[in-house]
């Protein structure tokens, strides 16, 4: 397993709100192409800016297009970039069937992001076209029924449709770690993540992901589609 490790001084915009805990155990999942691995780099410099000991990982999965991809991030929580059956406090899902994939990380202490518009695999969709009615994706609602079963605390939201309006689709995952920054429930403000966002990102696409991430900040304050 590939994992990351770093610490630095402290910065403005420590969330004062937020717990005090042993760690924060975070799961990133989702498929090749949209982000999960970019979503997981900047949580590990953010906090790592911040003075937080920061561990990452890729659980399983190739980081390719279409490929199942997982990762993890380990805020204050020791040295291993394991996260243990039941042990993740967050789960971020960009896609549906990713986010069920992640239920054996999960316990009912565990808060659900996820998003809700399927990226159908290429191997369904090749199926599909080669035999008739051979490609059939899981019907989104009942891998939300499935997430809920284990975990009540679970936020949904068409997050493609968020990076869409932002300008630009592939900020999906600015869209979802809009709304894990915007529960409050880690040591960094949403303000303050937001500014870190618009520092990292490439000029072409700064106000996009910007304007995605506040979405997301603004849906899981309004917990709208929860």
Same mark, same amino acid.
């Given at each position: 397993?590939?994992? $990351?490790?770093?610490?630095? $001084?402290?910065?403005?915009?420590? $969330?004062?709100? +937020?717990?005090?805990?042993?760690?924060?155990?975070?799961?990133?999942? =989702?498929?090749?192409?949209?982000?999960?691995?970019?979503?997981?780099?900047?949580?590990?410099?953010?906090?790592?800016?911040?003075?937080?000991?920061?561990?990452?990982?890729?659980?399983?999965?190739?980081?390719?297009?279409?490929?199942?991809?997982?990762?993890?991030?380990?805020?204050?929580?020791?040295?291993?970039?394991?996260?243990? &059956?039941?042990?993740?406090?967050?789960?971020?899902?960009?896609?549906?069937?990713? %986010?069920?994939?992640?239920?054996? /990380?999960?316990? @009912?202490?565990? %808060?659900?992001?996820?998003? %809700?518009?399927?990226?159908?695999?290429?191997?369904?969709?090749?199926? +599909?076209?080669?035999?008739?009615?051979?490609?059939?994706?899981?019907?989104?609602?009942?891998?939300?029924?499935?997430?809920?079963?284990?975990?009540? $605390? /679970?936020?949904?939201?068409?997050?493609?449709?968020?990076?869409?309006?932002? =300008?630009?689709?592939?900020?999906?995952?600015?869209?979802?770690?809009?709304? /894990?920054?915007?529960?409050?429930? /880690?040591?960094?403000?949403?303000?303050?993540? &937001?500014?870190?966002?618009?520092?990292? @990102?490439?000029?072409?696409?700064?106000?996009?992901?910007?304007?995605?991430?506040?979405?997301?900040?603004?849906?899981?304050?309004?917990? =709208?589609?929860?």
């Amino acid at each position: 397993m590939e994992s $990351n490790r770093g610490t630095a $001084n402290p910065n403005p915009g420590i $969330n004062a709100g +937020a717990p005090k805990r042993r760690g924060w155990r975070i799961v990133i999942a =989702g498929t090749g192409g949209q982000g999960v691995v970019t979503a997981a780099r900047l949580l590990c410099e953010c906090f790592a800016e911040r003075g937080h000991e920061v561990v990452s990982g890729q659980l399983h999965g190739m980081a390719q297009r279409g490929g199942a991809v997982q990762s993890s991030v380990i805020i204050d929580g020791g040295i291993s970039p394991i996260i243990s &059956s039941g042990r993740a406090d967050f789960v971020v899902g960009l896609e549906p069937v990713e %986010t069920v994939r992640a239920l054996p /990380l999960m316990s @009912s202490q565990t %808060t659900v992001y996820m998003n %809700t518009t399927p990226v159908i695999p290429f191997v369904l969709a090749q199926r +599909a076209v080669r035999e008739e009615g051979g490609g059939e994706y899981p019907d989104v609602a009942e891998l939300v029924r499935c997430v809920r079963a284990v975990t009540d $605390n /679970l936020f949904s939201i068409d997050a493609a449709q968020r990076a869409a309006e932002a =300008g630009v689709s592939a900020a999906l995952n600015m869209v979802l770690l809009g709304c /894990l920054l915007g529960s409050a429930e /880690l040591p960094c403000t949403a303000e303050a993540f &937001s500014d870190f966002v618009a520092a990292r @990102s490439p000029g072409a696409l700064r106000e996009a992901n910007v304007r995605a991430f506040r979405m997301g900040v603004k849906a899981v304050n309004g917990r =709208g589609t929860r």
